[in-house]
Each structure stands twice: as C-alpha cells, then as structure tokens.
C-alpha cells in the first residue's frame, strides 16, 4: 500500500470518527492557544523594558553627590554638594567618556493662563539631550549662551504641553514658573515611561544656571544634584566608570585612606538586568503553557489506544489481505499527527485572536511573532508523533489471527 492510499485511509478514519477526533485535537487546540498567547504576553513586556531602555539612552553613568551625617545619622546619596559644574566639564573631557551633563533639579509650580501644573523642574547643560538620546520635536535646544546669561527659557515634555496648552501651540510663549516669566523655545519629543515608570515627558529643561539662581536657589555656588555621563560604547563602560572615579577623587582631593564622596552607577548594567528578568519571564511563561500540550498529547495518546481497541478486528482484516506492519503504522501514526496539526492550526489562529483581544483590552502589548507561532506548531506535530507511535505500534504488532478473533 502506497503512502496516499494510507493518507486517504487516515483521513477516512478521522472523518467517521469526527466526535472522537474533536475531542482529541481540543486538548492540543488549548495547548497551542496558550504557548502563542503566553509568548505574546512575554514578548510585550519584553518590548516595554526594551523601549524603555531605548529611551533612557546607552552607555549611560549617573554620578551621585555624596552623604551627610548629622548626629550620628547619614542621609542619602546625593545630601551632599560634592559636585560641581567644574566636575562634569572634566569628565566630559575623558578620552573614554563620550559627553557629559550636569544638572540640578527641583519640583515647581507651573502656569499659563488659568491652567497651573506641578512638576519636576530640570537645570540643564545643552549635552543632556545628547546624554539622554532626546530629540527636540519643534523649537530649539538650549544653548551655551542661554546657560552663561542664566537665560530664563525652557524646554517643555508632551504632559506639560497637554496640561497646560491644550491644543494651543506653546513654541514662543511665555508660562510661569513659580510666578517667573520663561518663555518656551522647543518642546521635546514624546519619550514615554521610564523604567521606574516615571513620566518622562512630565518635565521641564532650563539653562542649570537659571536652576541655580533664579528657581531653587543654590547655597553651595556651582554645584549640583548630579552628573549623568555617557560612554562612546558598550566596550568602553568599564574604563570609563574607572576613569570616572580616579577624576573625581583627585579634584576632590581625597586621599587614599578616604572613601569617596560620591557614587558612580552604570545605568545601562541596570538595564540590562531588567531586560535579562523580562526574558525569562518570556520563557518561564512560555515553559508553563507547553505543559498544557504535554497534557494534549497524552489525552491524543489516549484516545488513539482505545481507537486501537475498538479496530483491532478492522486491523485483523487488512494485514490478512496483505496490509504490511508499516502500512498499520503509517495510518494510526497519521491519524495523531493530522489531528495535533489540525489542533494546533486552530489554536494558533485562537492564540493570535487572543493576543490581539489582551493587548486591545488591557492596554497593553501583546507581540505575536512568526517564530513563536513557528514553535507552537512543530511542539505540536512533534508531540503527535511522539504520543502517537506508542498506539500506532500496538495496532501495528497485532497478531492477524488473534485481531480476527477479537469482538
């Protein structure tokens, strides 16, 4: 017997038995729906790390100020002004560090018009934007004459622009900020949350000058809250944060018996980690959904030895007109894989449905990829195989005379 004629033979098989071979594909149906849904979940929460890494900007350092004690207390990173403008120029003059930018930072109070609005304040060199991968969308950057005059202009986020403008263009005019006049000369690109989940774009950018003097007050003249440094590369973080470090204990003058006061991060390293724990969620998530196909093709398993049952006498009457072993096993074999490759056909299609239905939902994405639904498919067909030889086998090794006699 030729392989089609035992494909046809499979196929006539399933479809006398539909009840029967529905019942089989349904476990292997909810198995493959879940491994697509499960790694669309995955995948858009790794998409999230992703994007907010992307946005927070590469090879990234955030230099903090060191601690205060007072009364056998110590504050943290950052009570102390042990930084200044002085220093971030320095280390945006290291061979291994890329640019630099200071800032100093404070929550104000914000108006135009009868609209007000809270929010962080950030005094800024022209370099931040550069430092944070942050593009203006309309307007300009600011400048190094703005930061000499202590000019009061301002750089606006999206939040700023929505709760304060509405749909009124802001580029030219002047808000208030705690009731002093700046006028708004670029508005920032949309930037979204930060990995903290933050609102990046609740924020606004002045000259750090104009910070200093004329918002927060400064009583430590030339320093600031922190510096954030960006290496050239990847490869060049390690000798940059060295090189970083050696800078600042020699202009602080520290001896080699002091501990340092202040604190080199590598921002990017903490990227890394989370977007390291968002893939093994993918996986993990992943991993428990395939149990469900295991599950599948054990009930496939099952189903196809109580068919073994019920046909032993058909197998009888087919291997004494002439039906080989391999012919007997061909069928009962194919007979579990067009039911686990059907079954996984119609749980992709509901996976994909699924994903679609989470992310328009809960508002959040949901990434089907080809390879994910690649994957779920052959896990299944493979499964078929794999729970089906067992039951194909059996049909095959039965004794002609012995099916024959069987009731």
Same mark, same amino acid.
């Given at each position: 017997?030729?392989?089609?004629?035992?494909? #046809?033979?499979?196929?006539?098989?399933?479809?006398?038995?539909?009840?029967?071979?529905?019942?089989?594909?349904?476990?292997?149906?909810?198995?493959?729906?879940?491994?697509?849904?499960?790694?669309?979940?995955?995948?858009?929460?790794?998409?999230?790390?992703?994007?907010? &890494?992307?946005?927070?900007? =590469?090879?990234?350092?955030?230099?903090?100020?060191?601690?205060?004690?007072?009364?056998?207390?110590?504050?943290?990173?950052?009570?102390?002004?042990?930084?200044?403008?002085?220093?971030?120029?320095?280390?945006?003059?290291?061979?291994?560090?890329?640019?630099?930018?200071?800032?100093? =930072?404070?929550?104000?109070?914000?108006?135009?018009?009868?609209?007000?609005?809270?929010?962080?304040?950030?005094?800024?060199?022209?370099?931040?934007?550069?430092?944070?991968?942050?593009?203006?969308?309309? %307007?300009?950057?600011?400048?190094?004459?703005?930061?000499?005059?202590?000019?009061?202009?301002?750089?606006? %986020?999206?939040?700023?622009?929505?709760?304060?403008?509405?749909?009124?263009?802001?580029?030219?005019?002047?808000?208030?900020?705690?009731?002093?006049?700046?006028?708004?000369?670029?508005?920032?690109?949309?930037?979204?949350?930060?990995?903290?989940?933050?609102?990046?774009?609740?924020?606004?950018?002045?000259?750090?000058?104009?910070?200093? =003097?004329?918002?927060?007050?400064?009583?430590?003249?030339?320093?600031?809250? +922190?510096?954030?440094?960006?290496?050239?590369?990847?490869?060049?973080?390690?000798?940059?944060?060295?090189? &970083?470090?050696?800078?600042?204990?020699?202009?602080?003058?520290?001896?080699?018996?002091?501990?340092?006061?202040?604190?080199?991060?590598?921002?990017?390293?903490?990227?890394?980690?989370?977007?390291?724990?968002?893939?093994?969620?993918?996986?993990?998530?992943?991993? $428990?959904?395939? &149990?469900?196909?295991?599950?599948?093709? &054990?009930?496939?398993?099952? $189903?196809?030895?109580?068919?073994?049952?019920?046909?032993?006498?058909?197998?009888?009457?087919?291997? =004494?007109? #002439?039906?080989?072993?391999?012919?007997?096993?061909?069928?009962?074999?194919?007979?579990?894989?067009? $039911?686990?490759?059907?079954?996984?056909?119609?749980?992709?299609?509901?996976?994909?449905?699924?994903?679609?239905?989470?992310?328009?939902?809960?508002?959040?994405?949901?990434?089907?990829?080809?390879?994910?639904?690649?994957?779920?498919?052959?896990?299944?067909? %493979?499964?078929?195989? +794999? +729970?089906?030889?067992?039951?194909?086998?059996?049909?095959?090794?039965?004794?002609?005379?012995?099916?024959?006699?069987?009731?």
């Amino acid at each position: 017997m030729n392989f089609s004629a035992v494909t #046809g033979e499979a196929w006539r098989s399933m479809g006398v038995n539909r009840l029967r071979a529905a019942l089989a594909m349904l476990g292997m149906v909810i198995g493959v729906a879940a491994v697509v849904l499960m790694l669309a979940i995955g995948q858009g929460t790794q998409a999230i790390v992703n994007d907010s &890494i992307a946005s927070m900007g =590469s090879n990234l350092f955030i230099i903090l100020s060191g601690s205060t004690t007072s009364g056998g207390l110590r504050a943290g990173m950052g009570s102390a002004p042990t930084l200044t403008l002085e220093d971030a120029r320095a280390i945006g003059k290291l061979p291994s560090v890329k640019t630099s930018a200071p800032v100093y =930072s404070g929550t104000a109070q914000l108006g135009y018009g009868p609209n007000n609005w809270s929010t962080v304040v950030n005094g800024v060199t022209p370099e931040y934007l550069e430092v944070r991968n942050w593009a203006v969308e309309s %307007g300009r950057n600011l400048d190094e004459g703005d930061v000499r005059s202590a000019a009061r202009v301002a750089l606006i %986020g999206k939040t700023v622009v929505f709760n304060l403008f509405a749909d009124e263009p802001p580029l030219g005019k002047t808000m208030r900020i705690k009731n002093s006049p700046f006028t708004i000369v670029g508005v920032l690109e949309a930037k979204g949350q930060s990995m903290d989940g933050r609102d990046q774009d609740d924020s606004v950018l002045v000259p750090v000058t104009t910070a200093q =003097s004329k918002l927060f007050g400064n009583p430590f003249p030339g320093t600031v809250r +922190f510096i954030m440094a960006q290496a050239p590369s990847k490869e060049m973080m390690t000798e940059a944060e060295g090189d &970083i470090g050696q800078l600042l204990r020699i202009r602080h003058r520290l001896r080699n018996d002091m501990e340092n006061d202040f604190t080199v991060r590598n921002l990017t390293a903490t990227a890394q980690a989370a977007a390291s724990s968002a893939q093994a969620l993918s996986f993990m998530l992943g991993a $428990i959904a395939s &149990i469900s196909l295991i599950v599948g093709g &054990i009930g496939i398993m099952n $189903i196809m030895l109580v068919s073994v049952t019920e046909r032993t006498r058909e197998i009888g009457i087919r291997m =004494s007109i #002439g039906a080989k072993r391999r012919d007997i096993l061909q069928q009962f074999l194919l007979e579990a894989v067009f $039911i686990c490759t059907l079954g996984g056909l119609i749980g992709a299609m509901l996976g994909v449905a699924g994903a679609w239905a989470v992310s328009a939902l809960a508002e959040m994405p949901a990434v089907v990829t080809g390879s994910s639904i690649l994957v779920a498919f052959l896990f299944a067909a %493979g499964t078929g195989i +794999f +729970f089906g030889w067992y039951p194909a086998r059996k049909a095959a090794y039965l004794k002609p005379v012995e099916a024959l006699r069987h009731e």
